[in-house]
């Protein structure tokens, strides 16, 4: 399948989606021993939610991902925090063997592919990535939370069926977060030789407001389906109707990092 995540889903994506827990970030960094010399790929890198953090925990980080207009995004976001270690490469999954040359014979410490992982070819990625790695090194496949109307609450449950009613189809993806697709990659990963196949958790609450939470979504919706700009007024409060003309709204976050060492070492 492909969606298109230029335009405003870009600009939608970097003002709304969520960055990652620095615990998380730390347990990545753990995993594979992440030194000032290492050089990390953040591949499907969006808008630089996992890339930026980062950046200050290696040499250098590359982020990789095939839309121009996210790729703008992370770097606008990247000077904006006066990160200059990160080089933002135009790329897919099916050009980490590219990579090669850049890498060198170091080898990247560590790959990371945040939430973008349902996008690519997991069996062809996994073995195409050992190559590239230093010995310890390895590959975090992380989630940020299930898909906000697709939680175990009544708000949640209230926003499926309003987005359900207005598209006029069932949501039931869940874009690679939920523990049948880390089964799949987990399988995929020790089919390629990768060793110490495991998980990392994090959960934490928060609490969105009706601006956040409708951002969120819009984030998450492709051109196609996005209310037009002047309509998104009355799609917010329509949203805010249907949830019963509550403000805040408290999320649990299941953060969840699959991570595994580089085959061979
Ligand atoms: C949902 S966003 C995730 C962004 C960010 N990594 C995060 O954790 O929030 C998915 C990203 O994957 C990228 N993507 C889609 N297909 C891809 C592919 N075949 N290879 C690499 N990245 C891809 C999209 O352009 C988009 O930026």
Request: charged share 20%; proline share 7%.
């Amino acid at each position: 399948m492909t969606v298109s995540f230029g335009g405003e889903v870009a600009a939608h994506y970097a003002a709304f989606r969520r960055g990652y827990p620095a615990p998380v970030l730390d347990a990545l960094a753990d995993h594979v021993g992440l030194g000032a010399d290492d050089v990390v790929l953040d591949l499907g890198c969006g808008t630089g939610q996992l890339a930026i953090p980062l950046a200050a925990r290696a040499r250098a980080v590359v982020g990789m991902d095939p839309e121009p207009e996210m790729l703008r995004h992370a770097r606008a976001a990247a000077e904006r925090r006066g990160v200059r270690n990160v080089t933002w490469v135009l790329g897919a999954d099916t050009d980490v063997p590219a990579l090669a040359p850049l890498v060198g014979q170091h080898g990247l410490g560590l790959a990371v592919v945040g939430q973008a992982l349902h996008w690519m070819d997991s069996d062809r990625l996994f073995p195409a990535l050992a190559p590239l790695l230093r010995p310890g090194g390895g590959i975090a496949v992380v989630s940020n939370g299930t898909p906000l109307w697709l939680r175990a609450t009544d708000w949640s449950r209230a926003l499926r069926d309003f987005l359900q009613r207005r598209l006029g189809r069932p949501l039931v993806a869940t874009c690679g977060t939920d523990a049948a697709d880390r089964h799949r990659y987990a399988r995929a990963l020790t089919a390629a030789g990768y060793r110490e196949v495991r998980q990392v958790g994090h959960t934490y609450e928060h609490v969105l407001d009706l601006d956040r939470l409708v951002g969120e979504i819009l984030s998450a919706m492709p051109p196609d389906e996005l209310p037009p700009p002047d309509e998104r007024p009355a799609f917010a409060h329509e949203l805010g109707h249907a949830l019963g003309g509550r403000r805040e709204f408290t999320e649990t976050v299941e953060v969840v990092a699959l991570t595994a060492v580089a085959p061979g070492a």
